[in-house]
Structure formats: structure tokens, C-alpha cells
């Protein structure tokens, strides 16, 4: 675990180095057009034709990209690229990924990092969340810049894809695992844009909570919708398995409100005559407004708009509203993992036993499954300390380690193999050292404001 937390610290380093190392003079950049303003998000002409994957569009972002919003990374060069996927109900959509191109890259090293919006509405993507002097309020794709800078520093390629797509389909995992295969596509097709090898790319995934949802249905997806992508490793964190549970889990928290957001993210992805009828039918017009708030905001404000509120008390029919149909056919087609294929992607897992947006149980039964069902290559390591927020940092030491270990052509683990990381494993002078930047980090998480 040592090896693993110096893995950590390179992040934390790098992280430093980034934000030190930029300095160059920046032109004046227009970042004053949200998503839902600017045409660049909407759909090219034609892309219902064009096949998955496809660039239709590309720019260079309007704005530097940047840590926590506000420090511009330091990069070779960087490029929003818009391209053809497909939407929750399987009809042609588009999405919007960034790339970033570190000085001095290795151009055959692709990381699809699936960032965390965590929230039904479009402005708060994180390719616009991460351009400094955006006014999104996606403080989670700010500080997620701390492990893109951590990648970087690597040489990697990094991309970050909107996997929402244009309708804001938060926690839909169809959509978001299609969104994530097709701008892998598009990324490895990008090479007169980005300068990536138009040869051999080696490319991993990963993604934390949210991004968890997207990496965790691209991986078990792929052998259908992406059958000829070849990824070397995916490490996810943090799991949401199953979106009803989750819901459950969050009642009454200071996340409650990601609950909400993931039932409009799913209204959005899945429109229907019935599915407006049942809403229509179960809610209030007293509190209508209040409950549909997380369509127009990002995660923070619905962290404290509904931060230990009772979220079943918006609807007649209490938790009965995710048995009615036709959403509890809609969810457990769309939020819950381990249904489709099992995944051929060699996969990391890593979690908190306490984390408390969904239950650790969730995520032991999906390995079990994965592994009943004979998956060629997975570990899984289990945290005994901290929770959802903490496990982010402790945990992404050990997921770059299995990035850089896969990139490096070091055979992954045959099987399964489970393990159990203790308090003591910890290497606690690095911990003190890197102490107060995780603490800045993970209040940033939080949406509190980061003092450099
Ligand atoms: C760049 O990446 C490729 C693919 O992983 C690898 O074969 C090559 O050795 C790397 N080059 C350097 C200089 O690390
Ligand atoms: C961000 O929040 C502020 C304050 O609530 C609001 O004025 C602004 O419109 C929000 N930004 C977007 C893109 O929604
Ligand atoms: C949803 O979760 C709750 C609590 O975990 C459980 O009682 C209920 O049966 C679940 N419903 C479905 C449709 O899985
Ligand atoms: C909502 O959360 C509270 C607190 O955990 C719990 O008592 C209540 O049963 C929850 N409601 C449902 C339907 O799960
Ligand atoms: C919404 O309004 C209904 C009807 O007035 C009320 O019973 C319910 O408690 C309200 N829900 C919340 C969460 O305030």
C-alpha cells in the first residue's frame, strides 16, 4: 500500500507542478456562453447519419482549462470535440468531450477520465465546469482536476467526456456508458486534431461516484456496443451498483438531493407520455418547483437545498414512486450494473466500507456476480477507514498505480482477487505531508471554496 500512496502523492505533486508551472501570458478567452447558450452544443447537421464516434465538431476550448477553476493547467494543447453517440432510448445524440494534451505526452497513452457531474442540467458539464472564469457551479469537475493533473504528469492523454449527453441524463447508465465508448472512439480518430497516434493507442479508463456509473456500464457494454475498442484496464470507485438502493441510502443526508437529480436525470433520458403522467400524478403542486430545482442547478446547490430532507416526501406514494411504473422498469434497466455483459476490460474496484451513497454490500455482490460469471481479470480493494468523500483521495493512489501498471504492459491479476486495506497500512508521514491538501481537496468536493 506504500507503492500505492506514493502514486498519491506523485498526483498531489504533479497537481502542484501543473498549476506552478503555467504562467504563459492568456489571450482573452469568452467564456460567457453556458452549454444551453452556446451553438457549439448543439447538434450537428447530419450527425443522425453519421455512425458512433463520429467528430462532427471541434474547437479549441473558449476558456483555459484549470484547476479548481481558477489556475489554468499547464498544457501542450487542448480541444473540445463534439461526436456522435446514442442517447438512453438507443436515437442518435451527440456529446462533447476535452482533451487535454500534456507538454512532452506519450501520443499513444489514452485515460477516458470520467469526471463527476452529478447532476441534471446541461451547464453543468464538466467541459465547460473546468475552463477558468466559467460561471458553471460544478465545483466536483473543478477539483477532479487534482487527479486529471495527476495523469498528466504521467504523459497520459487525458479525455473528458460529457457522457450525459445533451439531455442531462444523470445516473442513466446507458447513456452514459455509450457516451463513454464512442468518445474513446472519437478520441483515437481525433489524431489531426490532438496529435494523438493515428497507429497504436493504449487506453484505460476511470471514473469515481458518477464517473463510476459512466465507466462501470462502458466496461459492461463494450463487448456489445464497442465490440472492436481495445482497453487495457478500468478502475472504478466510489460504485453506484444500483440506483434504487442508492436513493434509499442517501434519504435523509447531506446527499439526499443526488437522489432527486438522478430521478430527473432519468425523466430527461427516458421522456414519455406515461412517465409524465406518473409524475404529474404522484407529486404536489405545492412543492413542484422546489422538487424539480435540480433540473437548473449542478450538485452543490441541490446538496444544500435538500441536505437531510426526506426526499420520498415529494411524492403521494412515499418510496412507492420507484415500484410505479413505468419508472421502476426504467431504473432497473438503466441504473443498476451487473445485468449485461461481464465486462473482458481488466477491472479495479475500490471502496470505502463506509461510504454512504451506496452501500458497500452493492458493490461485493457485483464482484461476486462478475465473478460467478467468470471474469477473466478483477480486483477489488476494500477500505476500512474513511467514507465517500475521503475514499476519492485515499483511493486514487491505488487506481493510478493499476492505470500505470496496465500502460506499462505488467500483466493484470488473473481471476479475482479481494483485499482489505487497513488504517495501518497507511504511510502515515506521507499522509501528514500531503495532509492539508487533501483536506483542501476534499473540502473542494464539497463545494467549499479552496484558499491556495
Ligand atoms: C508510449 O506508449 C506506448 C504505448 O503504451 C509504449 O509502447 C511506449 O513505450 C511509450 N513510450 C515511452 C517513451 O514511454
Ligand atoms: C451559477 O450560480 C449562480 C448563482 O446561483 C447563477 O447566477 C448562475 O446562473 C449559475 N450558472 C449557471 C451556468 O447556471
Ligand atoms: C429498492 O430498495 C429498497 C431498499 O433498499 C427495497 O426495499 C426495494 O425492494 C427496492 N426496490 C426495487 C424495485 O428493487
Ligand atoms: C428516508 O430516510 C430516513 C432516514 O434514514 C428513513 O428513516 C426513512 O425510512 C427513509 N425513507 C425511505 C422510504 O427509505
Ligand atoms: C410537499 O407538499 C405536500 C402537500 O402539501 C406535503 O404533504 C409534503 O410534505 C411536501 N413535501 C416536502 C418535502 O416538503
Redesign the pocket.
Known sequence: MIMAFSTLSEILTAFVVFTIASGSPLPHRDVSKPPTKDPFYSHASGFKDASPGTILKHRTPPGELGDFGTIPLNLQSSHQIQYRTTNSQGNPDTAVTTVLVPEGGNMSRLVSYQDIQDASYLNCAPSYAIQVGSDSNNSLSKSSSIFEAGLLSQGYIVSIPDYQGTQAAFSSGIQAGQATLDSIRAVLSSSSITGISSKHVDVTMWGYSGGSIATGWAAEMQPSYAPELKIAGAAIGGTVVNLNNTI?TM??SQYAGLGLAGLWGLYQGFPSPELEKLLDDETFLENRTELESPRSQCAGADFSQFDGK?V?KYFRN??GILNSSPLREIIEKAGVMGKRDVPQIPLYFYKAKGDQVNSIDDNDALVKSYCDRGISSLEYVRSSIGDHTSESMVGSGGAVKFLKDRFNGVPPTQGCKTSDFWFMDLDWDNFKMFGNELVGAVKAMFGVPFKV
Open positions: 434509499h434519504n435523509k426526506d420520498f412515499g418510496e
